[in-house]
C-alpha cells in the first residue's frame, strides 16, 4: 500500500478512475442548480476536511503568489469549470451530446501549455509520440466511427463556447494546482481548494437568488452529497492532488485520459451498450499509451 500511494502516476489513475463513476452517481441530482450541487458537495468535503485546514494554518505558510494559484484554481476548477460544462449539456437541443465531450478532450492542450508557462515543464519527443496517440485513441473510444455530429441552433455557439470554456477552466488550472503542492502538503491544499470554494459557490447561490432550492434539499440528496465527498468528490481530489505533487502536469493530463475508457466500460456494464471493434482496439493503444507516458515519470 505504501508504494502505490507513493506512486504519482498510478495515482492520478486512481482518481480519474473515480470520476468516471462520478456521472452514475450524480444522475438524480440534475433536477438541483448546479451552483447549489457544487455548494453542497464542497461543503460536506470543507466541514470533514476542517481539522486540517485548522491545523494546516498554524504551520503552513503561503505566500501571495501561492494564495492566487489556489484562489484561481478553486474559482476557474472548482466553480466555473463545473458550471460551464452542466450548463453545455444543458443545451444539447442546441449542440449534440458528443460534442461536448470532444471539446473536453481539449483539456491536456490547455494543460500542457500552463505547465510550460507557469511550470516551465519540458517536453521531449518520446512524450509528445505517446501524447498524440493517447488523444487520438481516447477521440475513437468515445467516437468510434469517427464523425461528431454538430446540431444547429440559435444557442449552439453558446453551447459550445461553455464546453469549451469548461475545458480550458479545467486544462488550465491543473499546472496552478501542481505550483501550490511544490512546498505544501497536499492533504492541507486540498482542503483550502475545498473551503475557498465553498465560500465562492455559496456567494453564487446568493446571488442567482437559488436560496429556496438550496434550502429545499432532501435528506435523500443530502446522503448522496456525502457519498460523493466519501468517493467520487473530496476523497478522489485528495488522491488526485497526492499524485499531482509527485507527477509533472504533462504527465497527469494524459493519465486522465482513463475517464473516457472507462466510461465507455461504465456504459456496456450498466447500460449494455456494445462495444465495436474500433473501440476495443482504441482503449488497448489507449491503455498502452498511457504505460508508455507514465513510465517517463521516475518513481
Not at 438541483?32 to 460536506?44: C, D, G, K, T
Amino acid at each position: 500500500m505504501k508504494k502505490v500511494w507513493n506512486n504519482g502516476p498510478l495515482l492520478i489513475i486512481i482518481a480519474a478512475s473515480l470520476w468516471a463513476v462520478d456521472g452514475i452517481v450524480r444522475r438524480s441530482l440534475y433536477s438541483l442548480p448546479p451552483s447549489v450541487i457544487v455548494f453542497f458537495e464542497h461543503l460536506i468535503g470543507s466541514i470533514l476536511l476542517f481539522p486540517i485546514v485548522s491545523k494546516g494554518f498554524k504551520k503552513e505558510k503561503l505566500n501571495a503568489k501561492e494564495w492566487a494559484a489556489i484562489g484561481t484554481v478553486s474559482l476557474f476548477s472548482g466553480l466555473l469549470g463545473t458550471l460551464l460544462f452542466t450548463s453545455a449539456l444543458l443545451m444539447t437541443n442546441y449542440i449534440s451530446f458528443s460534442v461536448v465531450f470532444l471539446l473536453q478532450k481539449l483539456q491536456p492542450i490547455f494543460a500542457i501549455i500552463t505547465a510550460r508557462i507557469l511550470l516551465k515543464e519540458k517536453l521531449n519527443k518520446q512524450y509528445i509520440l505517446w501524447a498524440i496517440v493517447a488523444l487520438i485513441s481516447a477521440y475513437f473510444i468515445t467516437f468510434p466511427k469517427g464523425v461528431v455530429n454538430f446540431n444547429t441552433g440559435d444557442k449552439t455557439f453558446i453551447a459550445a463556447l461553455c464546453a469549451f470554456g469548461a475545458a480550458v477552466a479545467w486544462g488550465s488550472t491543473t499546472a496552478f494546482s501542481r505550483y501550490t503542492l511544490l512546498k505544501h502538503n497536499d492533504t492541507y491544499i486540498t482542503a483550502l481548494r475545498f473551503w475557498i470554494t465553498t465560500v465562492l459557490a455559496f456567494i453564487l447561490v446568493l446571488i442567482m437568488g437559488q436560496q429556496s432550492a438550496a434550502s429545499s434539499v432532501t435528506w435523500s440528496q443530502f446522503a448522496q452529497f456525502t457519498f460523493i465527498a466519501f468517493s467520487t468528490g473530496m476523497v478522489g481530489l485528495l488522491i488526485y492532488y497526492k499524485g499531482l505533487k509527485k507527477t509533472p502536469v504533462q504527465i497527469s493530463t494524459i493519465l486522465e485520459l482513463t475517464f473516457p475508457f472507462l466510461a465507455v466500460m461504465i456504459d456496456v456494464v450498466l447500460y449494455k451498450s456494445i462495444l465495436v471493434p474500433v473501440q476495443i482496439g482504441a482503449a488497448l493503444v489507449l491503455v498502452f499509451s498511457m504505460y508508455k507516458i507514465g513510465s517517463l515519470q521516475k518513481i
